[in-house]
């Protein structure tokens, strides 16, 4: 964000006692990131590779590599389980044609 762009109000600052919203936000970053690779295509189709375009990629790379990779084990480890104990019971198979691999910590599938 430029330094005197006013924040959005999915900008704002979650914390740790509100994990779901911490995941929401995450996502909301995928997202922008994901729009700027539009743009970035959008930007190498008109000008090929130039400085800002490097910029771009190399932050966008970064954050993939870095946060994504947080994010998949925070989901896995703290989200997932939480959804899976609030599968009524006998509604395992129903649940299972929607999300077919089931929701486990990683390393265990």
Known sequence: MKRNARPS?????????????????????????????????????????????????????????????SHHEDEEKDLFPLLEQRIPAGTEKAVSLIWPAPLSPIGTR
Do not use: N, W
């Open 9 to 69: 109000l999915f900008d704002a600052a979650v914390g740790f006692d509100d994990p779901l919203e911490m995941l929401l936000a995450c996502h909301r970053r995928i997202e922008r990131h994901l729009k700027t690779l539009e743009r970035l295509h959008d930007h190498l189709t008109k000008y090929g590779v130039d400085a800002q375009a490097s910029l771009a990629a190399q932050a966008v790379l970064r954050y993939f590599t870095r946060a994504a990779e």
